[in-house]
């Protein structure tokens, strides 16, 4: 088991910043890649951004790439999101998941974005 806790969503205004933050533990050393997802109201929940526990690969969905930024906290086994020029269709919450070399994979509670003037 992988137990994982999203933080740091809120309010913030277009053009702003924010990190998402997702602590994991448990079965941590079985962990292969961590994963961020957004879903918003009436919509499907969708892939974000992604990287290997190790950190050496990281993957985006096209509309983040050059503004999200997703890392490896190795001193507090986190994976953060940073969010960059942020724009109100980016309002969703943000869900957390861990992909383990089983292929099992776990999901945190998630945390609201709001992108609003």
């Known amino acids: 088991q992988v137990q994982l806790v999203e933080s740091g969503g809120g309010l913030v205004q277009p053009g702003g910043s924010l990190t998402l933050s997702c602590a994991a533990s448990?079965?941590?050393?079985?962990?292969?890649?961590m994963a961020w997802f957004r879903q918003s109201p009436g919509r499907e929940r969708e892939f974000v951004a992604e990287?290997?526990?190790?950190?050496?690969?990281?993957y985006y969905d096209d509309s983040v790439k050059g503004r999200f930024a997703i890392s490896r906290d190795f001193s507090k086994n986190t994976v953060d999101l940073e969010m960059n020029s942020l724009k109100p269709e980016d309002t969703a919450a943000y869900f957390c998941?861990?992909?383990?070399?089983?292929?099992?994979?776990?999901w945190g509670q998630g945390t609201q974005v709001t992108v609003s003037e």
């Open positions: 998941r861990a992909r383990l070399r089983s292929t099992s994979t776990f």
């Open positions: 448990g079965r941590t050393l079985d962990i292969y890649a």
């Open positions: 990287t290997t526990w190790t950190g050496e690969s990281t």
